[in-house]
């Protein structure tokens, strides 16, 4: 297919543009420098996380993107950042590389907060990753982090601040920690149990008066699986 005047030569600089803004690349400073060992960008397009590696961390970095336009872009980057990268020009429906070549990074989306008291509208806006591979051993492509906003788990060890581990399940255990929904907004860090067509979330009795639900109006979203406290 013979690529049009505007796909060609417009959107790639229009591509390269916008996505360098302040604001975006205040993100890339926080993220990109946790990636270590293997790594596969899907979509490297122009380039811009090329300067934001730590070297020192990286042992080899792939390069996806359908744009030769851009790969040309990145490929420039990454000569002038002096970083060795394998391009792969190509969709990410066919990546060329051998199956299970590349390991699921260490890095989990860390995300503002989760109410461990009165059920709020999270989970907020993603604002950074944070990168777990000393504590967790759970499949770390499954997991989050959040920060808790709240006293009501405070008997069970989790306090304000705290950042907790969510590993994605929907299955239900009464000696669990789960991070639940409701009516599809509203999450909260509770222990929960089921009773006949009803869920009851409880936290620390002191601070937190159970609640029932119709089971339809809640979801479970993770379990608890770790905490990080910072002092």
């Known amino acids: 297919m013979i690529k049009s005047t505007y796909e060609?030569?417009?959107?790639?600089?229009?591509l390269d543009t916008c996505c360098s803004t302040k604001p975006i690349n205040y993100q890339r400073e926080k993220i990109v420098p946790?990636?270590?060992?293997?790594?596969?960008?899907?979509?490297?397009?122009?380039?811009?996380?090329?300067?934001?590696?730590?070297?020192?961390?990286i042992d080899r970095i792939y390069g996806l993107d359908p744009s030769p336009e851009l790969c040309e872009k990145a490929i420039s980057k990454a000569k002038e950042c002096d970083v060795n990268i394998d391009f792969l020009i190509n969709g990410a429906e066919e990546i060329k590389l051998k199956s299970r070549s590349i390991e699921l990074n260490s890095v989990i989306p860390f995300y503002n907060e989760i109410s461990a008291g009165k059920p709020i509208d999270v989970l907020n806006d993603q604002i950074e990753y944070i990168d777990v591979n000393n504590f967790i051993k759970s499949d770390k492509a499954n997991c989050i982090a959040c920060k808790v906003h709240g006293n009501s788990m405070e008997s069970y060890g989790i306090f304000e601040d705290d950042i907790i581990i969510v590993e994605r399940v929907t299955n239900y255990n009464s000696n669990d920690i789960h991070a639940v929904q409701i009516d599809d907004s509203e999450i909260t860090l509770?222990?929960?149990?089921?009773?006949?067509?009803?869920?009851?979330?409880?936290g620390d009795h002191k601070n937190f008066s159970s609640v029932r639900y119709k089971k339809d109006r809640v979801k479970i979203l993770g379990k608890m699986v770790n905490l990080v406290r910072k002092y």
């Open 34 to 57: 946790n990636a270590n060992g293997t790594v596969l960008e899907i979509g490297i397009g122009s380039g811009l996380n090329i300067p934001f590696y730590e070297r020192s961390k």
């Open 190 to 202: 509770k222990k929960i149990k089921l009773i006949k067509d009803e869920v009851e979330i409880f």
């Open 8 to 14: 060609k030569y417009v959107l790639p600089k229009l």
